[in-house]
């Protein structure tokens, strides 16, 4: 029997919510109180499980977006899907206090931890910052210096999550640099760009790929798929291009 | 203080008993892969027959294209939660590919272009219950999807369903594919939930 197949079996789990916040007007941070989490990679995610009174269950995945070094607070950022079944009950109806099920942590390909090597190019699209905010948060955690560089698409200024926290992050001066693109309304005086990511943008932001770096993709499919080719076509090996792509049915 | 209940979707009793447990219905096309679309040139394609067979086989594009084929109505499972009903494909049965093959072999290892793998009983791959895909709702399969050809394994969860398809090796014993190693189900039965090991 292959040793890697001889994992533990991932149980469902009580998590509580301990807070809410507010990030953006289309998302919300649920930060979870999860009794015996068996700590995660930052890029994983988890199954979150909620009943109907009649027994019907819905299941979702959510990305984890806090560090590993939380401990046992996991938090994941929820994006309203007005149409969605199960995002509306998590981001409006789920108060501190309550409680909902999960499972995880899920995933082990689209993970980075300071004992790999850098540069680290991260992309993302809309709430695809969320997996790529625990490696960022996990790095700071540790005080790691490796080069590391976000560049993150969103449609609006308030539609950035996490903006404050990233802008104190890079401010420390410890390597990480963040590149915002607005690809529909920019306030006035916008310095970033102001278009979709493109191959010129990848050029500039990102490293060189003799650095050898390592590019992390995540957001809505079409955003990855052009970023993701784009990457191979400036150079940099398939193989240090790991992507996560967000389907556009919501939940 | 009790919370507000979840309620859910409205229950849809006629797709109900085609959903598995933990599913929900979506009319989109969700793409996920770990890396970049690999794009193979046709005239480089090849799918291959490999490991305990009594000698290796393999078709170029042209030679896999002159094989019969067969159009198949099927609904499919990711483990991401979706399912979508009654997708149309059109491809060369599993069966139609091992014909004349002789082999003890009991697993076989699905392998694509960019690396990836996945392992499935043979008895799963066999008696029609799957295909090499070369075209998705009428049109050739596009590169998102798989192209030019993926696996169709309809009745395992969707990973299973190998995009990029490249051959198979055969295995006298089960080992894990890509998704496998990071402890998803080796077998990945939709209908019993067997999403991740120990499922």
Known sequence: MAGATLQRRLIWRPARVTRRLDEGPRAKTLVLEVPGWPGHEP????????????????????????????????????????????????????????????????????????????????????????????????????????????????????????????????????????????????????????????????????????????????????????????????????????????????? | MSPAPFQGRPRDRASADRLPPGQYLTRDFPVLSAGPTPRTALADWTFSLTGEVDQPRRWTWEEFRKLPSETITRDIHCVTKWSKLDTVWEGVSVDALLKGVNSSARYAMAFSDGGYTTNIPLEDLTGGKAWVIFAFGGASLVPEHGGPARLLVPHLYFWKSAKWVRGLRLMAEDEPGFWEMYGYHMYGDPWREQRYSGD
């Open chain 1, 43 to 251: 890029g994983q995610h988890v199954d979150v499980r909620l009943t109907a009174p009649d027994g019907y269950q819905a299941q979702r995945s959510y990305s984890i977006a806090s560090p590993p070094e939380d401990h046992e607070q996991v938090s994941i950022t929820v994006e309203r899907i007005d149409t969605g079944e199960v995002s509306p009950y998590l981001t409006d109806t789920l108060m501190e206090g309550d409680s909902l099920e999960l499972r995880g942590p899920i995933g082990g390909y689209f993970v980075w931890s300071t004992e790999m090597s850098g540069p680290l190019f991260l992309i993302a699209g809309g709430s695809g910052i969320c997996p790529l905010m625990a490696m960022i948060r996990h790095r700071a955690a540790r005080g790691s210096r490796v080069p590391t560089r976000l560049l993150y698409s969103a449609r609006s200024l308030e539609d950035i999550i996490y903006s404050h926290e990233l802008e104190q992050l890079a401010g420390r001066g410890y390597g990480l640099e963040v590149f915002y693109t607005l690809t529909r309304i920019q306030p006035p005086g916008w310095r970033g760009y102001s278009r979709r990511i493109d191959r010129a943008m990848l050029e500039v932001a990102g490293f060189a790929p003799a650095q050898h770096p390592l590019c992390m993709v995540c957001g809505p499919t079409p955003l990855v798929e052009a970023v993701a080719n784009a990457l191979v076509e400036l150079g940099n090996p398939p193989d240090r291009v790991k992507t996560e792509r967000f389907g556009p049915t919501g939940g």
